[in-house]
């Protein structure tokens, strides 16, 4: 089993920056891709943001590239997620995901931390 605690989310003015982390403990080391998905305020569904592998592959969703950098420390089984000029509009639940294999489509996700809540007043 693995376990993902997310961290570093808050409030933050619009043109902010955060930064959140999420540390794999447990059976970190069978994980492959971890990365980011986020619950917008009023919604159910969650959307990707952004996911990398062991080896450094990136991925990002249209609205994060450019503003959001994914990097990770894999011997602390540990990723993290650059925000920058942040909008309203990103004020929502991120979650942390963590999957077996390199893809981290909703239905790969093996894995998910609670929750850490990102809010941008403008």
């Known amino acids: 089993q693995v376990q993902l605690v997310e961290s570093g989310g808050g409030l933050v003015q619009a043109g902010g920056s955060l930064r959140l982390s999420c540390a794999a403990s447990?059976?970190?080391?069978?994980?492959?891709?971890m990365g980011w998905y986020r619950r917008p305020q009023g919604l159910r569904s969650r959307e990707f943001v952004a996911?990398?592998?062991?080896?450094?592959?990136?991925r990002y969703v249209d609205f994060a590239q450019g503003r959001f950098t994914i990097s990770r420390d894999n011997a602390k089984n540990t990723v993290y997620l650059q925000m920058n000029s942040l909008r309203s509009e990103d004020t929502a639940v991120y979650f942390c995901?963590?999957?077996?294999?390199?893809?981290?489509?909703?239905?790969?996700?093996?894995?998910w931390g609670q929750g850490t809540q990102v809010t941008v007043s403008s």
């Open positions: 996911s990398i592998t062991r080896d450094g592959t990136t």
């Open positions: 995901a963590a999957a077996p294999g390199s893809g981290l489509a909703f239905q790969l996700v093996d894995y």
């Open positions: 447990g059976s970190g080391d069978s994980i492959n891709a």
